[in-house]
């Protein structure tokens, strides 16, 4: 029997139908008796990146009443959760907690109302768990009490990370420079799941590839010469060879991404001029860069300097007064799964859970994740799935002419609680199970 085989054999034994009617039947009590009111909690009272104080707070007070032995404060609001348990591997599993500046129009008994004072902005803004993070957090409190239940049949550490600023693309690196590896432990495997409103509620999509891109921020800064735009001759617009550069940028993944390789340019901001007839002598652009390799992110870093830059030659500038193209040190790398370890995963959900709701969907968005910097530099086997969110007949309306499914980071963003909570209690508890676990 090859490895593959074998480890599939061994997930149908230790995540088969006797786990998977017992930890259902115990979930399902779990989610009416505890889990649902701390979801509501959450869901009503969301924090924005960085100042996720009373959700810390609230997270710390849940993990220690499980019996974790809980450290506050890592990496800003962020929280580690141990729990060791004999020899065997240590394996992390992350929620991130925070929330949006968005204000919530679904229409829910239990609609978020907050308001908080932007720490980027500094601006009263509306609050709301719009990505699905109260549902990581209460998911990953359902774990953290299933797993102490379950002590008997599996060996080694739990560490359970909560994760702050998300959003933002800075939590996980926060939290990798406060030497968390050092102080807790290197993982042998690091695990996380995010809820999807585009997955049907109670599906496991999970890929063996990248199901998250990784994100440049890149700047433009286009010199020109200023004048009267009436009488542009005198003048090296800078509008126009921004608009140049905006319609040649669309050429890098259209003719030098191989047709198969997902990449995205999109500039998201250009800003010039204050006046109708003045042609000012500068122009500014922002741009996204997704990829989901490093070699996809050099073809397209290196072209959008080339393109900038040789646009400008073509425009007649000096050479001291090129296209500035700056590239943001906050970058996010893809989320790349493990491909062996995610074969492995998805026999052991499919043996537990069932095969009809375990499978891969491909994700049609280029979406970015801080994860990986948890998981490179050094390299830890990773699995990052997917739980999906929104009833069937949602979907079944929207393409009978209903209202569509609302995506992540719209003000009507919703997820139903109680298939995403437990399904997400379950996925993670089955995993854990399957590289932990002491059954024969």
């Known amino acids: 029997m090859n490895k593959t085989l074998f480890a599939l054999a061994a ?17 399902k009590a779990d989610y009416d008796d505890y889990l649902w009111p701390l ?15 009373a959700t810390a707070a609230r997270m710390a007070e849940e993990l220690r009443a499980a019996g974790y032995e809980v450290t506050e404060g890592v990496g800003g609001t962020g929280l580690v959760a141990m729990l060791e348990n004999g020899d065997g591997p240590l394996v992390m599993m992350r929620a991130d907690m925070d929330g949006l500046p968005v204000q919530e129009l679904a229409e829910l008994e239990y609609a978020s109302t907050a308001q908080q004072v932007s720490p980027i902005t500094g601006e009263t803004v509306y ?15 359902g774990t953290a009490r299933q797993m102490v239940a379950r002590k008997d049949d599996w060996s ?3 560490m359970l990370l909560v994760q702050p600023a998300e959003e933002i693309g800075a939590g996980a690196k926060a939290m990798r420079a406060d030497d968390i590896w050092t102080r807790f432990g290197q993982p ?57 550069i905006v319609m040649a940028l669309q050429t890098l993944v259209s003719r030098e991404l191989p047709p198969r390789t997902p990449g995205v340019v999109t500039v998201g901001s250009f800003h010039a001029g204050t006046k109708h ?8 652009l922002q741009l996204t860069v997704r990829n989901t390799s490093e070699e996809t992110r050099a073809t397209l870093l290196s072209g959008i300097e080339r393109i900038a830059k040789n ?15 700056t590239v943001s040190e906050d970058f996010v790398p893809p989320t790349s799964n493990t491909p062996e370890l995610a074969q492995r995963l998805r026999g052991a959900w499919q043996a537990s859970l069932g095969e009809a709701r375990v499978g891969h969907v491909p994700t049609k968005g280029m979406g970015a994740e801080d994860f990986p910097f948890f998981t490179v530099d050094p390299d830890i086997p990773t699995v990052y799935w997917a739980v999906g969110g929104t009833p069937a007949e949602d979907f079944r309306a929207a393409e009978n002419g209903g209202p569509p499914v609302a995506g992540h980071h719209s003000p009507y963003f919703k997820v139903s609680p ?22 024969p």
Do not use: K, W
């Open 11 to 27: 997930s149908a034994l230790l995540c088969g139908p006797a786990l998977a009617d017992d930890l259902a039947t115990s979930v």
């Open 39 to 53: 979801f509501e909690h959450f869901h009503r009272n969301p924090e924005l990146s960085t100042i996720e104080n």
């Open 127 to 141: 609050t709301m768990h719009a990505c699905g993070h109260d549902v990581h957090i209460t998911s990953l409190v």
């Open 156 to 158: 080694g550490t739990l």
């Open 188 to 244: 042998d495997y690091a695990l996380a799941f995010h809820v999807s409103a585009n997955d049907e509620a109670g599906f496991v999509n999970v890929s063996e590839g990248s199901p998250y891109a990784g994100a440049d921020s890149v700047d433009i800064l286009i010199h020109g010469v200023g004048g009267h735009g009436a009488s542009p001759h005198q003048t090296r617009d800078p509008i126009v060879l921004g608009a140049q």
């Open 277 to 284: 007839n003045i042609i000012p002598g500068e122009a500014r």
């Open 311 to 325: 646009l400008g030659r073509a425009a007649g500038l000096p050479e001291d007064r090129l296209p500035e193209v």
């Open 418 to 439: 109680e298939p995403s909570v437990r399904t997400g209690v379950e996925s993670t508890v089955v995993a854990l199970m399957e590289l932990m676990g002491t059954s």
